[in-house]
């Protein structure tokens, strides 16, 4: 038993010295190593530099709007919150000009398919104003006049729908039509649906009265003075400041004076 218990001792001492042996002593030297295998792993290696050498280099490319869904997928999409889905379509529209390692300025988009792609939430939510917005402050304020005038038109074309709640976004539309294109006309078919459609009570006076100010600029005194007289006798203008401004208007239309101008600072959603 004693020489049973010795070898023990023993080997349990040559273990613990094995095991303070520092790791350098412990590690096989680099020529232990099978030839074979040091030559297999300086192959792989080299093909992978040589793989990635060759590799072309990544470039940031800009996508175009993809063809909008068709209106009755998108109702069946929304599982009955119409609202909220065009609410995530307008985050997605907003966003699409920043796409990754690229931002595109709005003039490059597709305004075609933009178009589309609002009319679909405005369809979506008739009540939501976010669309119109975006069509007259965003995507209809840049420095190309054939997309301002499709993002102006977009925005008359849907007033019509609601005169009463976007009127302010037609009311817009006319001052970009008259201070950025500088297209009178255009600008006094804007004024002139605001006064003939957008009737209810909560729409200011001025912005019906912009087809006055528009004829006068236009030097169509005599249409301008006919629609300021019959503005006056409606008897629509009872504020005392306002109807007195409009007389003094029209005295200046009498005298051939040029009438004022539309504030280009006037905020139409106000």
Known sequence: MET????IRERLSALN?????PAAQRERPLNAVPRPL?????????????WHAGRPALTATAHDFPP??????????SLGEPTALAKALMLYIQAFDDQPGVSIPFRRLDYPRLEIWLRRVLQLDPRGQ???????RLYGEIPDKAK???ML??????????PNRRWPWLAHAAILAKYRLHDLPLARRYARAIRRYATGPGVPHWARQMEIFILADMHKIGRAEALLRGL??????TDPHERHFLTGRLHALERREPAASIPESRNPSR
């Open 232 to 237: 006056l006798a409606s008897g629509e203008i």
């Open 153 to 162: 038109q977009f925005v008359y074309r849907q007033f019509f729908a609601d």
């Open 68 to 77: 909008p869904p068709p209106l009755n997928l998108l109702r069946l999409a």
């Open 130 to 136: 976010y669309p119109l917005l975006a069509a007259s």
């Open 148 to 150: 301002q005038r499709q």
């Open 4 to 7: 049973l218990g010795s070898m």
């Open 38 to 50: 040091l030559v297999f792993l300086a192959a792989a290696f080299a093909l992978q530099i040589a």
């Open 17 to 21: 010295r094995r095991r303070r042996k």
